[in-house]
Each structure stands twice: as structure tokens, then as C-alpha cells.
DNA sequence: GTCCAGGGTTCGT
DNA sequence: ACGAACCATGGA
């Protein structure tokens, strides 16, 4: 494959302008996976009032929210939006987590095991394995997400409708060999969230943002 | 009022 | 192998 050198020094423009993120907020892996599922099209303020009323009611746990009463278990996670669907992506998740013997079970099996039977669970596809997989289980797996595909696009570093595996594929291998694989795609995504949400929707234009002179369209917008 | 967020499933072509 | 409809709240 052709040489891409900007991957890494658009990396470090974003860490130099934003400094490090420290993802995934929360306070264990099950914790982490349960923000994966609720976050999917999700603007993350509002996952956390649904995590925070799963905490208050005691209820974040795979046993509890597998034997819980999906009518309730929505009300707990209205705020998240979807809470229907969520409900029941939530109740497939713990269920085969408890099937499996638990978080710390899962957290033993090879990287490509654990991806394979993550993305066989309902509700779980190609980004939310990924995120649980590098933020839950420190696993080196770059996440591609929309942001990922509109910046690098503008970027002229990928076409932009590449499958799921070929981009991700592209990520890992301009950014390997690396002493610090996890940490690297770990800061890396969250800088690429960061910037797009809180720069290139608002301000497309790429002169007024931090990747102004590695932008040849000069737009990293819509 | 409109747009869209840290997507996935399902069902048409 | 793709495209589109569907899901649903809250903040800008």
C-alpha cells in the first residue's frame, strides 16, 4: 500500500491543540460496554442521565439489567433516546455476557475471538465492538465513525466510501509499528470526536481550525 | 421550528 | 452487495 505519512502528524496536531482526552469516561469495563450501546447515534449528555439512573436504582450490572422488566429498564434509559431498542440491545448484551461467565471471562480471549462473538450479539455492530474492544478491554482496534470518514475525506487521505474493515485496515497500518498501540488509537479517536463535533460542524472551514495546512480542500465541514 | 448526536437492524432493490 | 426507513430524546 501507498505511504501515507500524514496519519501520524495529523495525529499530533490534534493532540497538541487538544491535549489528552483520557476515554472512555466510566468506572469499569461493563460500565464502558453499556455507554457503547447507548451512545449509538447518540449525543453522549444524554447517555449519561441514562447510566446515572441505572446507578441510582442499582441496576448496573449484567444480572440486573438481564432479569429486569424491559418496560422499566426503558424508563431508565429514556434519556438516551431509543429506549425501546436499547432495552433490548442491553438485555442481548448482559445475557450473553452472563452466558459467557461474566466480564472478566471475556476479558481473557484473544482480540480477534472477542471481536468475532461481540459482533454476533444483538444490537452490537462493527463501531460499538470496536469501542468496547479498545476502551473496554485495551485492545488495539482503531474505531472508524463518521467523524473519522468526513475528516479524513476532506483530508484527501481516503475516499470516504471505503467498507468498515478497509478503512480501519488503513488506520492500523499507517499507525503500526508503535510502542503504545492503545494509548495511541485510544486518544486518537476521542481527539477525532472532539474535533469533529465541537470544530468541523460548526466552523467548516479549515482555516480556522487546527488542521488548516493539511487540508487541501480547505474543508473539513459537511 | 429544524437539525443531529461518540449506529444498528431490517427490509427493499 | 447496497440504500433507505426506522428508532426517539435533548441541546444548539
Avoid at 447515534?41 to 448496573?60: D, F, P, S
Wanted: charged share 25%.
Amino acid at each position: 500500500m501507498k505511504h501515507r505519512p500524514g496519519f501520524r502528524r495529523i495525529y499530533k496536531t490534534l493532540f497538541t491543540a487538544y491535549g489528552p482526552q483520557h476515554w472512555w469516561p466510566g468506572d469499569s469495563a461493563f460500565e464502558i460496554m453499556v455507554g457503547a450501546v447507548l451512545t449509538q447515534n447518540t449525543a453522549w449528555t444524554n447517555v449519561e442521565k441514562a447510566i446515572a439512573n441505572l446507578k441510582h436504582a442499582r441496576a448496573l450490572s449484567p444480572e440486573s439489567i438481564a432479569g429486569a422488566h424491559p418496560r422499566r429498564l426503558a424508563v431508565w434509559l429514556k434519556p438516551s433516546g431509543y429506549f425501546n431498542i436499547k432495552a433490548r440491545r442491553l438485555q442481548a448484551m448482559c445475557r450473553w455476557l452472563l452466558a459467557q461467565g461474566g466480564v472478566k471471562r471475556i476479558a481473557r480471549w484473544p482480540t480477534d475471538k472477542l471481536r468475532h462473538e461481540l459482533l454476533a450479539v444483538h444490537g452490537i455492530g462493527p463501531e460499538t465492538a470496536d469501542d468496547i474492544l479498545l476502551y473496554a478491554f485495551n485492545r488495539p482496534v482503531f474505531v472508524i465513525d463518521a467523524y473519522t470518514r468526513r475528516i479524513f475525506k476532506r483530508l484527501r487521505l481516503i475516499d470516504g466510501d471505503e467498507g468498515y474493515e478497509t478503512l480501519r485496515h488503513t488506520f492500523e497500518k499507517a499507525l503500526d509499528p508503535d510502542t503504545q498501540l492503545v494509548r495511541l488509537y485510544n486518544e486518537y479517536h476521542a481527539l477525532i470526536v472532539l474535533h469533529g463535533k465541537d470544530v468541523c460542524r460548526k466552523k467548516p472551514r479549515c482555516g480556522e481550525c487546527c488542521l488548516a495546512r493539511l487540508c487541501p480542500s480547505r474543508v473539513t465541514g459537511l
